[in-house]
């Protein structure tokens, strides 16, 4: 399985982006896909995930900014990002977990936010 984010750049804040993840199989297989992300000089932290039965689950600190969805017929993850923060800058990775085994990790796409 394979996961290809992109999406990711420079905005102003308060402006929108939209990341996408491209999965190299049926999303629909896939227990939790879930959205990370890592500042500079701090650990990854969970963004958002979405379950195999569709519940999502955020963060506080992007609840009600950000929206995760699946494409199933493209087989692609999103993460609508609105209202832009500086503290939202950071590289972001997409992630698949099937239950009870490893995580598998997609390269990631840097968001930069800036006053």
């Known amino acids: 399985v394979q996961l290809q984010a992109s999406g990711g750049g420079w905005v102003h804040t308060g402006e929108s982006l939209r990341l996408s993840c491209e999965v190299s199989t049926d999303i629909a297989d896939i227990n939790v896909l879930g959205w990370y992300r890592q500042a500079p000089g701090k650990r990854r932290e969970e963004v958002a995930w979405?379950?195999?039965?569709?519940?999502?689950i955020y963060v506080n600190s992007v609840e009600g900014r950000f929206t995760i969805s699946r494409d199933f017929a493209q087989n692609t993850m999103y993460l609508q990002m609105n209202s832009l923060k500086n503290e939202d800058t950071a590289v972001y990775y997409c992630a698949a977990t099937y239950t009870g085994r490893p995580t598998i990790w997609g390269q990631g796409t840097q968001v930069t936010v800036s006053s």
């Open positions: 979405v379950m195999s039965g569709g519940q999502s």
